[in-house]
């Protein structure tokens, strides 16, 4: 186990590329080459055991693409996954069709929550069924009645009643099938839970709760999370350490209060200057500005220049790498000359 303070997950160079070519016929009459999506492109991170590491972005930058690397939905194209000191996508690899074996091992260990509440759940199972199932497929206990006794020990975890196991989901609002889904990852006692925007289909006044019980549930087991959201109102609330996404690649990597207090890359200013502030209520906020570049025809050298104020010849042309500047990593060329 991973002694606090050392990095559980590190994802180093992650990368994943999908062809969205047309059909061969298509490309051969129409003359055209194939199409290729990198839809992530050089991540690298690590977390701490017991911290919450959060990506934003806007749609479309990657950020549940990561997610499914993480938790082995995808096989990485490019660069690899350690945990707790084990190549995670080796073992991943390995498993695939075997019970029993060192990577089924590792997917006990780390689970995932979907944003989607009413996609996420079987609708034809009762609640008993739908959290007992990762019990049933790791073989974690073989008796009904003990699987019964576990399954209303999780739901009472999540501040819903034992007694609704025999309820079906359409049963259950948005925030309590949430909470069900919490209870379901937790069944396999993880240590590292991936929360692909968790909290996004639900009322305002909901996300409070589910954030605060997953808060709870990370104090009181230990839990590591890497949560994923654009609302970075709710990542100021859960996160230790905020890395910031955009096409593909990761921009900016702080502590959260590092970066909410003092931002360095251009796209995580334009970003916070989007939020609005209690004090400047009456006055207009500044959108970000610009539209998102083609990601199958990306921009050269800094995928953000055609939007960013700060771009020079540079920066069209020369990809910067992530580097860490005065705290903090970041990915740009206007940072490291110190123009801005």
């Known amino acids: 186990m991973s002694a606090a303070g050392q990095p559980l997950v590190q994802a180093h160079d992650l990368a994943k590329v999908f062809d969205v070519s047309p059909p061969w016929l298509n490309r051969v009459i129409e003359r055209k080459p194939k199409a290729m999506l990198h839809a ?40 690899g996954l350690t945990f707790d000191g084990q190549d995670a996508q080796a073992a991943f690899k390995a498993s695939e069709g075997r019970a029993g074996s060192e990577g089924a091992a590792l997917r ?8 989607d509440p009413y996609a996420s759940l079987n609708p034809r199972w009762v609640v008993e069924d739908i959290i007992a199932e990762p019990l049933l497929e790791h073989g974690l206990i073989n008796d009904k009645d003990g699987r019964r006794t576990r399954v209303g020990e999780l739901l009472q975890s999540v501040g819903l009643s034992a007694l609704d196991m025999v309820k079906y989901p359409h049963q259950f609002s948005g925030g309590q099938r949430q909470r069900i889904s919490i ?41 590591t999370y890497l ?32 970066l909410f207090a003092e931002p360095r890359h251009p796209y995580t200013r334009m970003l916070l200057d989007a939020i609005p502030k209690m004090h400047d209520t009456g006055r207009a906020r500044t959108p970000v500005q610009g539209e998102v570049p083609n ?46």
């Open 108 to 115: 006990r260990r780390i689970q995932m929550i979907f944003q």
């Open 227 to 258: 949560f994923i959201s654009h609302n970075l109102a709710v990542v100021r609330h859960v996160s230790d350490e905020v890395g910031v996404m955009y096409l593909g690649r990761l921009v900016e990597l702080a502590d959260k209060q590092t």
């Open 295 to 340: 990601p199958l025809n990306p921009p050269t050298g800094c995928s953000f220049h055609p939007r960013c104020p700060h771009a020079n010849a540079r920066c069209k042309a020369e990809r910067p790498l992530m580097q860490k500047i005065g705290g903090v990593t970041v990915a740009c060329h206007a940072v490291e000359e110190g123009r801005i």
């Open 40 to 79: 992530v492109d050089g991540v690298s991170f690590s977390i701490e055991k017991g911290k919450t590491l959060a990506l934003v972005g806007e749609s479309g930058c990657g950020k549940s693409t990561v997610a499914r690397l993480l938790v082995g939905l995808y096989a990485p194209t490019r660069g």
């Open 183 to 223: 209870a379901r990852a937790l069944a396999t006692q993880p240590d590292f839970l991936v929360c692909d925007e968790p909290t996004s289909a639900l009322d305002v006044s909901v996300q409070a709760q589910v954030l605060n019980i997953m808060k709870t549930l990370q104090r009181e087991r230990g839990l």
